[in-house]
């Protein structure tokens, strides 16, 4: 008879230490990191307040401590995540259900591929799973969300029966390229030229600076910060992080941070916040305070490249949609969630329209596929 494994939630990221969270997230993904995920918490970004409870769930190895996480937050909204589920909800409400609260696994506003079973025993993948189903079970709420699932843990959920949705981002792969004319040397006449002129345009009259650990001052998280506001009023109502969020994350993982500003006479006008992985570099946001053709291509997209072609890095992961990327060299990947729902009609309903919604995802990659700028043949 196989031995019970029991699961408790955690009262939030930062009641467990640092050094065995990571022991279980590892240091290849830092957005699943205890630095990052604890400074949403510190901040004020990811609490109750903003609609991100924390609710960790773990289960303790024979050793007492930590062997498997999964971060999990207990949501009253379905903003800040990027795999869209209003319409689930709307119908579920309108069924005579209550959607919210739910729970969802991620790193909350990050739409970044990773880890969402953070494993020192990898054993223990199929019961942390059920620890995940049993919060949902017995708190009887409405599903729960696994979000930009890596690849490698797709197969657990799918193993243990949770639907499976796919996605698109855009990626650019490093495919040994020793510099960024090597990378355009690589692509169409036609697409070389018309990054050259961007880039020209983009850069006229400016200075770019790549920032990185004890570079950071206050001084550029201000001016970022402003850049930040910016962007994030025009795109979700108001922004998702505080300001107190960017200096916790200068303090604890400078290292992994490269902050872009583009500055003219000496002022910074627009920047690109870039997080170091393992074995990507991750852009996130990106904001100015002056309006330049081409400026956000250039730091977003082109300077990430160049970025991580100095490091050896194999990929650069832009966040989500912006088909605008393909012209960029960034080529169509699939992204993976898991839901479990556990009312049955539910499940049917939303298990019917992922079939059709996987077979439009499937043949718009293929589409976008023929739309890469790099040489046919």
Request: proline letters at 6%.
């Amino acid at each position: 008879m196989p031995t019970p494994i029991t699961a408790r939630i955690a009262e939030g990221v930062t009641s467990i230490s640092a050094a065995q969270w990571d022991a279980c997230a590892g240091t290849a993904n830092p957005f699943v990191s205890h630095a990052f995920l604890a400074a949403l918490e510190e901040s004020g970004s990811a609490t109750v307040r903003t609609g991100w409870q924390p609710l960790p769930i773990v289960i303790e190895g024979t050793d007492g401590l930590p062997a498997a996480i999964a971060p999990a937050y207990g949501k009253s909204h379905s903003q800040g995540e990027y795999v869209f589920d209003h319409g689930w909800a709307d119908a579920w409400e309108r069924a005579g259900g209550r959607y919210y609260p739910k729970l969802q696994v991620a790193a909350p506003f990050s739409p970044v591929p990773g880890p969402r079973l953070l494993l020192r025993d990898p054993a223990l993948a199929p019961g942390l799973i059920a620890g995940i189903e049993a919060v949902v079970d017995q708190n009887q709420l409405s599903s729960a969300h696994a979000t930009f699932v890596e690849d490698a843990q797709r197969p657990l959920f799918e193993q243990a029966g949770w639907l499976v949705r796919a996605g698109t981002q855009f990626h650019w792969h490093n495919d040994g390229y020793s510099s960024f004319d090597d990378f355009l040397a690589a692509l169409s006449s036609r697409k070389r030229k018309a990054i050259r002129k961007e880039r020209e345009r983009a850069i006229e009259g400016l200075v770019i600076r790549h920032l990185q650990g004890a570079e950071i001052t206050e001084a550029h998280w201000d001016a970022f910060w402003v850049f930040y506001q910016d962007t994030g009023s025009r795109k979700w109502g108001r922004p998702y992080l505080t300001r107190p969020f960017f200096s916790l994350l200068g303090e604890r993982m400078g290292d992994k941070v490269l902050l872009m500003l583009a500055t003219r006479d000496g002022q910074p006008i627009a920047g690109a916040l870039n997080l170091i992985g393992g074995d990507a570099l991750y852009g996130r946001y990106w904001g100015c305070s002056e309006d330049v053709p081409f400026l956000h291509f250039e730091l977003c997209y082109y300077q990430a490249i160049e970025a991580a072609i100095a490091r050896g890095l194999p990929r650069v992961e832009a966040g989500a949609q912006g088909e605008h990327k393909l012209a960029r060299g960034y080529v169509p990947v699939t992204t993976w969630s898991a839901h479990y729902l556990p009312d049955a009609g539910f499940r049917r309903a939303v298990a019917e329209y992922l079939e059709r919604e996987k077979a439009a995802v499937t043949n718009e990659q293929e589409y976008l596929g023929e739309l890469t700028p790099f040489k046919k043949g």
